[in-house]
């Protein structure tokens, strides 16, 4: 990459982040609402990213991690407990759990494996919805309170916004220094070739247990979110359809690449609320939508993008073997 | 002389301004179960509505207005009713209907009580008008009115020591089994036998098997319309004979259609239902079937009342003020005489909960028959 593409990167990630910051200041509540939840979801998705996308293990539970870490938010912070320490329990519950589930992957892959997860699933709405003594069944839980961050209240539409779009901040840095640290190059090393890894000598045994626990972990980083964001839950919106969500999030997006989740994350939250003037058939379009995107670019908007700028340097590399072979030819 | 002329200017322009906002249409916000699990509830509820605004507006409106209203689909999620509610509010409805799921209404009336618009549902969940909640109304019978009159039937005319519940396990399902659980504590009836069935379920064996091993006095069934059809001719193919006892969908037109002979002798109340024998509802039930070719369930009718809620209200009122609105709703009787629309009298209490007439039927030879009108209480 050259110095000034480099610039031109940074120029666009900043005017970016300032948008986000700066544009929803004169948003409706509505409008903030929706992003918020653009920033959880981005969350939730890049876990599943990290775990599909760079592990190569295909989950079926995303949406279940959700739920966990919803429902510790929900059931601590209703009992006055600070968001931070339900934060802390949601992360290690979901990373334990995580964990575990792991196992199955390392003896089954593909369908195989989406199999066991969507098992786990099923399991996991079913102990939301039946263990009222914990839970509160099918009645939800309701009046979760939303957190004082530093000081500030964030019951408001506009500073729950900022505190999402922070921890999605902070989650993003985290993860761009994961997948460049020798964990992440472990794990694309996993999806790529398991065998050929573990002959390197990478542990492809312990990679792919914390492929699946970080990327279960952040499910829960989600969830912890999305309890004080909506202020109730039951146990409805966990059930597979949110796992099936998350995965088209993170396949429209590009699975593989570190923005593909937030461009995912965006088509699936946004667009249906774009489509809305269709009335009876937004969900239709939307539907046809995301199938001629997978049929155009079966790698995700992403994937286009690749596919554009690989064109270009491969032209760009064939002009230079064309320049310097007819230097070569015109040599004496 | 040219200030005046100009003062002159302005309260045309404003007059004007003000005669403009008068005529203008008054907007309606519904936000249903248009998609996902609750389909039938949502598309149900947003005919009844658009069938009664097309009435009203057909004969002139609102005091003299048009009435306007949009649709925004829940997709039977508590997180995408919250998201349509606050965009229907930011727009700053008259009155907010809907959503149907009790779920999705407790999640949304908190911003409907701060935006200070009044929103008229059909959640039918005991606890949503217990919070204190000033601007929230049904448009039925909640289970903490309901079930109380099934329970006290079950005791006093079939005289059941021991009964069986069965009932589907959500919010709809759970929150008329915890209720009448509590009733039947109070007189004494032992629960012989507890079923949590699923939405959906095709195969009643195993529940009516249980049934039948517990040997009840009586059965409650509180499943939807086709689990309630489906389970009644398990109940007849494994030859359960004690009485079969339902609140609404088990006795349902629907239901009877579905069932066959197996739903002959079962029996229920009803609050709300277009079976009901009451010339207005059964108008009501030819005009739907004309508009839109098949017969609406109790949804239908909710959404059809909250649009007449709306009118009674306004006209009492005598002008459009949302501000208002739930104030003079609280504590109002809408009569049926004054009021075609409302079908049946009705009355509204602080808490936003309704009183009105119910009926206890039984299905004899596949037709729905009333043994008994229970009258309004007030």
């Known amino acids: 990459m050259s110095a000034t593409a480099k610039y031109w990167r940074i120029a666009l990630g900043v005017a970016v982040i300032a948008a986000l910051i700066i544009a929803p ?55 006055g407990m600070p968001l931070i320490a339900a934060l802390g329990v949601a992360v290690v519950m979901c990373f334990a759990i995580g964990w575990i589930l792991g196992y199955p992957a390392l003896r089954v892959q593909h369908h195989y494996l989406a199999f066991v997860t969507l098992a786990f699933s099923t399991l996991a709405f079913l102990v939301f919805r039946n263990e009222d003594w914990l839970t509160k069944g099918i009645y939800g839980i309701s009046n979760i309170p939303r957190p004082n961050v530093l000081g500030f ?47 390197l000598g990478i542990d492809t045994r312990r990679y792919t247990l914390m492929a699946f626990a970080i990327g279960s972990a952040l499910g829960g980083v989600a969830g912890t979110l999305y309890a004080p964001l909506t202020q109730y839950i039951d146990p409805v919106p966990f059930n597979l359809s949110l796992s099936l969500d998350l995965l088209m999030m993170v396949i429209v997006g590009g699975s593989g690449f570190f923005f593909g989740p937030f461009l995912g994350a965006m088509i699936a ?31 995700g908007i992403l994937g286009i993008l690749d596919r554009y700028l690989s064109e270009r340097r491969t032209k760009a590399a064939s002009a230079l073997r064309a320049v310097a072979k007819s230097r070569l030819e015109t040599a004496p | 002389m040219r200030s005046r002329i100009f003062a002159g200017l302005l309260l045309a322009a404003v007059s004007a301004g003000a005669a403009f906002a008068q005529g203008g249409p008054i907007k309606l916000a519904d936000v249903a179960e248009l998609s ?83 929103q008229i549902m059909g959640g039918e969940a ?151 024998p009451v010339d207005l509802v059964k108008a009501f039930r030819e005009k739907f079937v004309k508009k839109y ?37 609280h504590g109002l009787t809408i009569k049926a005489a004054s009021e075609p629309g409302i079908l049946m009298d009705v009355t509204f209490d602080e808490k936003g909960d309704i009183d009105r007439q119910g009926f206890l039927v039984e299905i004899v030879e596949g037709k729905q028959v009333v043994k008994q009108v229970l009258p309004k209480l007030n």
């Open chain 2, 293 to 329: 070719n098949y017969v609406p369930d109790h949804n239908g009718l909710k959404g059809y009342l909250a649009i007449y809620m709306i009118k009674a209200t306004t006209e009492k009122m005598g002008k459009v003020d949302a501000k208002r609105f739930a104030d003079t709703l």
């Open chain 1, 153 to 199: 209240a964030t019951n408001r539409p506009l500073p729950f916004y900022y505190f999402c779009l922070g921890s999605l901040g902070i989650v993003s840095l985290a993860m761009w220094w994961l997948i460049r640290s020798p964990w992440g190059r472990a794990f694309v090393a996993l999806r790529e070739n398991p065998v050929r890894a573990l002959s």
């Open chain 1, 269 to 299: 939250v946004l667009l249906p609320e774009w489509l809305r003037f269709t009335e009876g058939y937004y969900l239709m379009l939307y539907a046809v939508a995301v199938m001629l995107l997978l049929i155009y670019s079966p790698t």
């Open chain 1, 25 to 79: 200041m004169n948003f409706n509540r509505y409008g903030l609402y929706i992003l918020s939840q653009w920033a959880v979801m981005t969350i939730a998705a890049m876990g599943l990213n990290l775990t599909l996308g760079y592990a190569g293990q295909v989950s079926l539970a995303q949406g279940a991690f959700v739920g966990i870490g919803a429902y510790a938010a929900a059931i601590m912070t209703t009992q």
């Open chain 2, 126 to 276: 005991a606890e949503l008008t217990q919070g204190g909640n000033k601007f929230l109304f049904r448009t039925s019978f909640g289970q903490q009115s309901s079930m109380p009159k099934v329970a006290k039937y079950i005791h006093d005319e079939l005289k059941a020591k021991s009964v069986a519940i069965v009932w589907v396990n959500n919010d709809f399902g759970k929150g008329g089994r915890d209720v009448i659980t509590k009733e039947f504590a109070k007189y004494n009836i032992k629960i012989a036998a507890d079923i949590s069935t699923e939405a959906g379920q095709a195969d009643f064996a195993a529940d009516v098997s249980k049934i039948k091993a517990a040997a009840p006095d009586a059965v409650f069934i509180y499943l939807n319309e086709e689990e309630s059809a489906r389970i009644l001719k398990e109940l007849k193919r494994q030859a359960i004979t004690v009485p079969l006892v339902g609140e609404t969908t088990l006795v349902g037109q629907k239901v009877v259609e579905l069932a066959g002979d197996a739903a002959n002798g079962a029996r229920g109340h009803v609050g709300l239902t277009t079976d009901a």
């Open chain 2, 36 to 118: 996902g699990g609750g389909a039938t509830v949502g598309n149900n509820w947003k005919n009844g509505i658009d069938l009664a605004i097309e009435e009203i507006n057909a004969k002139g409106g609102l005091l003299g207005r048009k009435l306007e209203v949009t649709h925004a689909d829940s997709q039977s999620n508590p997180g995408v009713a919250r998201a349509q509610v606050q965009k229907a509010l930011d727009n700053e409805p008259y009155v907010l209907l809907g959503p149907g799921y009790s779920g999705s209404v407790k999640v949304t009336s908190p911003l409907a009580a701060e935006a200070g618009i009044a």
